[in-house]
């Protein structure tokens, strides 16, 4: 009877310990496959494919959210330095995210972003283009509005105008590409 119980006590344990190893890799694959980063540029400017291009479930720049730039100069002075908000709101966001660039007409960079604690650069993007995201564990949204507080440094010489694209997702937490809202703007600061 007793060597029965051992048994008994011996299996529940390994069963355990598997169920934990097959817990730990399936929260690391939904880690991974949703990222605390993009992978690859999504502002929706110059061609470029958005977040939308994977979260669908609802139109672009839906109305009852908005996404905007705060305290952005319509004009800038070659070398000055800018800072200005991103504000994404949406009631009941559960998490945010959002990637950004500045560039000329003709696509090439134009200036330059100062990360902080909350932003980073988009990692494995070829090419001299910044795109500036929120950096990991910097999502956390607060009341249904998630802000981020940017610092643009302008070109050093007057090359023309400016182009901003972002596009920003408005997430209801579920760690999927279903039942997020997209949002794109585009704003133009001319010299």
Not at 19 to 37: A, C, M
Not at 74 to 102: H, N, V, W
Request: aromatic share 14%.
């Amino acid at each position: 009877m007793m060597k029965y119980q051992y048994l008994y006590i011996l299996l529940i344990a390994a069963f355990l310990i598997l169920l934990s190893v097959d817990l730990q890799r399936v929260s690391g694959s939904i880690k991974s496959f949703y990222p605390d980063h993009i992978d690859g540029p999504f502002t929706g400017g110059f061609g470029e494919e958005s977040c939308h291009s994977c979260h669908f479930d609802y139109e672009l720049n839906y109305p009852e959210g908005s996404l905007e730039i705060r305290g952005l100069n319509s004009t800038y002075k070659p070398g000055q330095t800018y800072e200005f908000e991103i504000a994404l709101t949406r009631a009941d966001m559960q998490d945010a995210g959002f990637q950004l660039t500045a560039r000329f007409e003709d696509g090439s960079q134009a200036g330059g972003f100062l990360l902080n604690d909350s932003l980073t650069f988009t990692p494995g993007i070829e090419g001299d283009v910044q795109y500036l995201q929120h950096a990991p564990g910097t999502r956390t949204v607060e009341n249904s509005i998630k802000t981020w507080k940017i610092t643009w440094i302008a070109p050093q010489q007057r090359t023309g105008d400016v182009i901003f694209n972002i596009a920003a997702n408005a997430a209801n937490g579920d760690q999927s590409e279903f039942g997020d809202w997209i949002y794109v703007e585009e704003v133009r600061v001319v010299e």
